[in-house]
């Protein structure tokens, strides 16, 4: 006959402390895991974005040159719309630009998280020089570094008698 050893303990189960152990490790490596997911996520879209932008830089750097050395000069400079005399113009809307010439109108898409505004500036001497600056906009909690792309545009100022 055997008798009971009453040192003798069976342990079916886990204790109370070690499931709280274990839910700790595993809460520690979740919220790991998806930091990582995240932050890869965000990398892969910001590269796509800016893939993109750089994508439509060489079409609107043509389209810009184009547009504005065959003007004389600009009637009307905004940060969002260039007129000229013969009634062609560019003009941003939220994240496209738009070039209007002779009723012909060509546009561009930019990412979401890009802008552009026109300016004119004056150089030395003579010159005028149109600008259209393309800009990132950096998200709130972003730390990524935001970037600006200067196009520039030279032309004649209309002579005045």
Not at 54 to 73: E, I
């Amino acid at each position: 006959m055997s008798a009971l050893k009453p040192t003798a303990f069976y342990r079916r189960g886990f204790t109370l402390v070690e499931m709280l152990v274990a839910m700790a490790i595993l809460g520690m490596l979740t919220n790991a895991a998806l930091r990582f997911y995240y932050d890869g996520s965000r990398f892969a879209r910001l590269s796509a974005e800016r893939a993109q932008l750089l994508r439509v830089v060489p079409s609107v750097q043509t389209a810009w040159r184009q547009l504005v050395h065959a003007r004389a000069a600009a009637l009307r400079v905004t940060s969002k719309q260039v007129d000229f005399a013969d009634r062609s113009s560019a003009r941003v809307d939220r994240n496209r630009l738009f070039f209007t010439n002779a009723g012909h109108t060509r546009s561009f898409a930019l990412p979401r998280n890009a802008t552009a505004e026109f300016a004119q500036e004056t150089g030395s001497g003579e010159a005028s020089f149109l600008v259209l600056r393309l800009n990132t906009v950096k998200a709130p909690g972003q730390p990524e570094k935001t970037w600006s792309l200067r196009l520039v545009a030279a032309f004649k100022p209309e002579e005045k008698p």
